[in-house]
C-alpha cells in the first residue's frame, strides 16, 4: 500500500506543516528575560512573584509560531510589554 501524501507540497502526511498535528496551549508565559514558557513546564516560574511576567492569551499557534522564530508580544500578564522568540529548553521537552 502506497504512503499517503500532503495533498498540497506531496510529502508524507505529518512530515509537513500542512499534516503534521498541531498541540494548542492557551498561555504562554514570558519571562523578564524573554524566553516563553509553558504552565506548569519546568521550574524557572511558579505561581508567586510573576508580576514582571508577560502572558500571550488568545494567539493561535502562539508556542509553534514561537518556536518557528516568529517574535510575538505579550497580550496582558504583568509585563505586557515583553516579547519573545525564544522558548525555553526545559518546557519545548516536556510539551506533548
Do not use: F, K, Y
Amino acid at each position: 500500500m502506497p504512503e499517503s501524501r500532503c495533498e498540497r507540497c506531496d510529502l508524507p502526511v505529518g512530515q509537513c506543516e500542512h499534516t503534521r498535528p498541531r498541540v494548542h496551549h492557551d498561555v504562554v508565559l514570558i519571562s523578564p528575560r524573554r524566553m516563553a514558557h509553558l504552565p506548569d513546564r519546568c521550574v524557572h516560574h511558579n505561581d508567586t512573584g510573576m508580576g514582571d511576567w508577560g502572558e500571550i492569551r488568545g494567539v493561535e499557534r502562539a508556542w509553534e509560531r514561537i518556536g518557528n522564530g516568529e517574535t510575538l508580544t505579550a497580550t496582558g500578564g504583568g509585563n505586557p510589554t515583553l516579547s519573545t522568540n525564544r522558548r525555553c529548553v526545559h518546557c519545548v521537552g516536556s510539551a506533548p
